[in-house]
């Protein structure tokens, strides 16, 4: 799960940055203000991708895909492109847990049938 929420956050990173260079055309904001809200959003995402295996790793996350959406108020495409990340997330967090168990079943079925080397 860890590798696919974590590549998830790193494409966010990117899209947060270029959200910020649109953001910057607004004359009603300063680009100090932009720099500071995007500038924590990506450090978010890289901070994250260490968390997500954490207790509350993967609520951060949501509330970060939230975030994102509601960056649209600002910059219109992020309501379409936080809601495609949101949908990333979803299926990473999904998928990811998936794997997880499988990973572990396998390796217990290969532990189960190794004969013990004593």
Do not use: N
């Amino acid at each position: 799960m860890r590798t696919l929420c974590a590549s998830t956050l790193i494409g966010e990173f990117f899209v947060i940055g270029f959200a910020g260079l649109v953001a910057m055309k607004d004359p009603d904001l300063s680009m100090s203000t932009v720099w500071t809200v995007s500038g924590i959003a990506m450090f978010l995402c890289l901070l994250l991708c260490g968390l997500v295996t954490r207790p509350g790793g993967i609520g951060l996350g949501w509330a970060l895909q939230a975030v994102l959406i509601a960056s649209g108020f600002v910059v219109p495409s992020m309501f379409f492109l936080g809601a495609a990340f949101a949908a990333l997330w979803w299926a990473s967090v999904h998928y990811g847990r998936k794997i997880d168990e499988a990973k572990a079943r396998f390796a217990a079925q290969a532990e189960a049938s190794t004969p013990d080397a004593a």
